[in-house]
């Protein structure tokens, strides 16, 4: 039987880990952290994504999770819809619409599904070898015929196979996120985008709504008290931007400034590691497909993993489609950015003419994102 190391207890690397385990492999995930209480709230899943967790038989129990009913988009300041689609739109186009679920909840349910003794929780790996696939961690080394590495963003395996590569980029932006009691409040799923700031709303099972919001500020600053930032930056938005923020805890707010990879790799693969995730491809989360983009990875890499070229497969069907998602979520941060009163105007002009001319333009844009489909 062959056997896999996998480098991170994230969405990704319990995806790969679940992956190769169906198809045969022996998996061992080495996460440094005591226990796999994800960081962030919320996240998406989207049509692309549950077509490749349904090759791992969890599709349906992710959509069991939604709460996603009628109408979202992008909206003004003041409230008024610039675009927009709904749920039934989206589903009869891709055969599957989008789920919004806490991260917590994925968390959980690819861990379930793992062969007992898989995780070996607050056990950090020092180095991986590429030649030998020798994998040094705080219980010792290992030896495996493949390493995966879904070490996050800052990838310190990342780092070690290509050292000249520049790495992470600030974009510009950070972020906050929090979940919030919706408490009866009307809550379609939405962002608002206004001067160099946006505020996403989204409900959630169990009466929550997941919320978020970006300005655009330099890196590394934190306030005293983040949900007091968020109601000076936010608090006279429409509604119910101001009442959700009301309703957040004290503390709860969690923020974290937005990175992605924009110079690609050369590769997703060197020796026996593959790179997953964000240690190959990180990206700003406004196509909401960072998480998406790793279940495809690991799903594909599981499908490649026996061949004799099996990695260099890999990184030929996911570089390039990577690529085009990381460019595709940067160009609509830079949009988002836009802070010059006329030219946000003009912006929030052509936005509403373009969904007058095309009812559907949310989502002809995103067709070549979410028609995508896991190798047969």
Not at 38 to 51: D, E, Q, R
Not at 268 to 273: D, Y
Request: aromatic fraction near 4%; include cysteine; charge should be negative.
């Amino acid at each position: 039987m062959s056997h896999a190391v996998v480098i991170g207890g994230g969405i990704g690397g319990l995806t790969a880990a679940l992956a190769l385990q169906q198809r045969g492999w022996e998996v061992a995930v080495y996460e440094r952290a005591p226990s796999l209480d994800p960081i962030g709230s919320g996240l998406t899943v989207a049509a692309n994504a549950l077509k490749a967790l349904d090759v791992l038989g969890v599709g349906d129990a992710v959509r069991e999770l939604s709460a996603l009913k009628g109408e979202g988009g992008i909206r003004r300041q003041d409230g008024r819809w610039l675009i927009r689609t709904t749920e039934e739109t989206a589903a009869a186009r891709y055969g599957d619409s989008v789920v919004l679920l806490t991260r917590a909840a994925l968390v959980d349910l690819l861990a379930s599904r793992l062969a007992p003794g898989t995780l070996r929780l607050g056990t950090a790996v020092h180095s991986a070898d590429p030649d030998t696939g020798r994998v040094a961690t705080g219980a010792g080394e290992v030896t495996a015929d493949l390493v995966v590495a879904a070490d996050g963003i800052h990838s310190a395996i990342h780092h070690s196979l290509f050292p000249d590569h520049p790495g992470p980029l600030y974009s510009g932006v950070t972020s906050w996120r929090l979940l919030v009691p919706r408490d009866g409040l009307s809550c379609p799923a939405s962002e608002t985008w206004g001067r160099g700031r946006v505020f996403g709303v989204v409900p959630l099972a169990d009466g929550l709504a997941y919320c978020y919001g970006t300005d655009t500020v330099p890196a590394g600053g934190r306030a005293d008290d983040e949900r007091s930032e968020l109601l000076r930056l936010f608090g006279d938005w429409h509604d119910p931007i101001p009442r959700l923020l009301e309703a957040a805890e004290a503390g709860s707010v969690l923020r974290t400034d937005l990175y992605s990879l924009a110079t690609p790799l050369p590769a997703f693969h060197r020796g026996r590691i593959a790179l997953l995730g964000d240690a190959a491809h990180a990206m700003t989360p406004y196509l909401g497909q960072g998480a998406c983009q790793a279940i495809e990875d690991a799903v594909v890499l599981a499908h490649l993993a026996d061949r004799p070229d099996g990695l260099a497969a890999y990184t030929a069907a996911r570089l390039p489609r990577t690529t085009t998602v990381v460019k595709a979520s940067d160009s609509v941060c830079r949009i988002t950015k836009l802070r010059n009163p006329l030219a946000v105007r003009l912006r929030e002009a052509a936005m509403a003419l373009g969904g007058r001319i095309n009812p559907d333009l949310m989502l002809t844009t995103a067709d070549e994102i979410l028609s995508w489909r896991p190798p047969a």
